[in-house]
C-alpha cells in the first residue's frame, strides 16, 4: 500500500505564496494519477487540481485557476502544489490523493490519500 506523506502549509498573509509538497517511497507512484483537495469546517471536501501521471494533463477548480500551479516529478516519487495570490478563502486542511484511472475531479474516485496539511490564511 503507499503511503502519501504532506509537507508545507502552515500560517500565511492574504497574497502570499506556499507551496505544499506529498511524497511516497513507493516507486508506482509513476503509475497514478494524483489529485490535491482541500476541506474547510463544516464543507465538503472539494476538489482544487489534478495531474496525470506523465504530468501532461491537468485539471483545476476554477477558484485557484491562475493562482495554483501543480506539478511532480517521478523520478523523486513527489508532487507539489504551489499556490500563490493566496486568499483567506483558501484555508482549509489540503490532502494530496492518488488513483491508477485517470485524473478526477471527484474525491470518491481516489483510492489513496495523504493525512492533510492546514493552510490558514489570515492577516
Known amino acids: 500500500q503507499m503511503r502519501l506523506d504532506q509537507s508545507g502549509g502552515g500560517l500565511a498573509q492574504p497574497g502570499e505564496s506556499r507551496t505544499l509538497s506529498c511524497a511516497t517511497a513507493?516507486?508506482?507512484?509513476?503509475?497514478?494519477?494524483l489529485g490535491w483537495f482541500r476541506q474547510s469546517p463544516g464543507k465538503e471536501r472539494e476538489f482544487v487540481a489534478a495531474?496525470?501521471?506523465?504530468?501532461?494533463?491537468?485539471s483545476y477548480a476554477d477558484s485557484v485557476k491562475g493562482r495554483f500551479t501543480v506539478s511532480r516529478d517521478n523520478t523523486k516519487n513527489t508532487a507539489d502544489l504551489q499556490m500563490h495570490g493566496l486568499k483567506p478563502e483558501d484555508t482549509a486542511v489540503y490532502f494530496c490523493?492518488?488513483?491508477?484511472?485517470?485524473?478526477?475531479?471527484?474525491?470518491?474516485?481516489?483510492?489513496?490519500w495523504g493525512r492533510g496539511t492546514q493552510v490558514t490564511v489570515s492577516s
Open positions: 495531474i496525470s501521471r506523465s504530468g501532461v494533463d491537468k
Open positions: 490523493a492518488v488513483r491508477p484511472f485517470g485524473i478526477s475531479i471527484y474525491s470518491g474516485d481516489y483510492t489513496i
Open positions: 513507493n516507486p508506482s507512484f509513476i503509475s497514478y494519477d
